[in-house]
Nanobody
Framework: QVQVVESGGGLVQAGGSLRLSCAASVRTFSSYCMGWFRQAPGKAREFVAAINWSGAVTVYADSVKGRFTISRVNAKNTVYPQMNSLKPEDTAVYYC???????????????????WGQGTQVTVSS
């Protein structure tokens, strides 16, 4: 059973930064691509960012491009989304997801990911 656990959420002022983390309990973490999604109240879950198995390829939603980055340390079974220049509209529950895949480009769609964390709340005040 794969477990995915997010941490690092909280309250931050607009313009501030927050670093999240996501750990996956798998033996071969380097065989998994990792995705980040978010869901604001009353809205559908949306793609934020993803990173391929090696960390060499990252993809971002247009709404966060240039502000968010995602990286991974395979030896620690952990990915690190870094969120800068936060805006009130970034307020949401952020979810980490894992998919066993050695594809060069990580997927953007929620249905491509088999394993999900419980989410961590990020609130950006204006």
């Amino acid at each position: 059973q794969v477990q995915v656990v997010e941490s690092g959420g909280g309250l931050v002022q607009a313009g501030g930064s927050l670093r999240l983390s996501c750990a996956a309990s798998v033996r071969t973490f380097s065989s998994y691509c990792m995705g980040w999604f978010r869901q604001a109240p009353g809205k559908a879950r949306e793609f934020v960012a993803a990173i391929n198995w090696s960390g060499a390829v990252t993809v971002y939603a247009d709404s966060v491009k240039g502000r968010f980055t995602i990286s991974r340390v395979n030896a620690k079974n952990t990915v690190y989304p870094q969120m800068n220049s936060l805006k009130p509209e970034d307020t949401a529950v952020y979810y980490c997801a894992a998919e066993r895949s050695l594809a060069a480009t990580p997927p953007r769609y929620a249905y491509d990911y088999d394993y999900w964390g419980q989410g961590t709340q990020v609130t950006v005040s204006s």
